[in-house]
């Protein structure tokens, strides 16, 4: 059983439809990569599995469950984390303020503890920096705070928004590392990703939406080598 399971979800926006009945699966231990042109709904998409907006129609099974109806909090204690596009750090919070409330909807306080020396060890520049206000960090900086959060929740399951976007191309390289150890440590991957290139290189299989449609899916390596998909999305 695939551990997310998209069934025919159709998104709108007052009398736009920006996803139009799209289905698609991701198995446990994946990295699944959405790639598209802006505007495509990608963003979209991961808004609404994580319960930020609400399908018009379709199903949503996350382990079995239709999460569709549930509320964006309770879908987080279930095991899914959402790493947003823009970074969205508490600006006026430390750093360690921000990773603590990533795990606010767990108990156990060594459990807790635990979690925040693995994320520090991930990430050294976030333990570096951890009484430092998450608004003056770096770009890449807040990027790699908003992935340690979304791991602080111990997520069976996490979703990133254009995680790349606006990085310079050694951080880039670096932020993408960061998503391989993710995997690599078993956490599933859902990836958006406007560098497509890179997206494609990390990822085991891919999709790829064109106005909140899915036209064309596959095995990530073959797209990368795909003609069309060259032409179209990774520049060549």
Do not use: C, W
Not at 53 to 77: C, M, N, R
Not at 191 to 206: T, W
């Amino acid at each position: 059983m695939a551990m997310l399971e998209i069934k025919d979800i159709e998104v709108y926006y007052g009398v736009i439809q920006a996803i139009k009945g799209i289905s698609f699966t991701v198995n446990e231990g994946e990295v699944i990569a959405l790639i598209g042109a802006n505007g495509a709904g990608k963003t979209t998409t991961l808004q609404t599995i994580t319960g930020m907006i609400a399908p018009a129609a379709g199903e949503i099974l996350f382990e079995g469950t239709d999460i569709a109806k549930i509320p964006g909090h309770k879908i987080v204690s279930m095991g899914m984390a959402h790493v947003p596009e823009g970074r969205r750090v508490f600006a006026e919070l430390s750093v360690y303020e921000n990773l603590k409330l990533g795990a606010y909807t767990r108990k156990d306080k060594n459990e807790v503890a635990e979690t925040l020396e693995r994320v520090y060890r991930s990430f050294p520049r976030l333990k570096e920096r951890k009484n430092q206000l998450a608004g003056t960090l770096s770009g890449g900086e807040q990027q790699m705070l908003a992935m340690g959060r979304a791991l602080m929740s111990k997520p069976k399951i996490v979703l990133m928004d254009e995680p790349s976007m606006g990085l310079s191309p050694i951080l880039v390289e670096e932020i993408f590392n960061i998503i391989r150890e993710i995997s690599a440590g078993g956490t599933t991957v859902l990836l958006v990703e406007q560098n497509a290139k890179k997206a494609l290189a990390i990822a085991d299989r891919a999709y790829v939406l064109e106005t909140g449609k899915i036209v064309l899916s596959g095995d990530a390596k073959e797209m990368l080598n795909n003609d069309s998909i060259k032409k179209a999305y990774l520049g060549e």
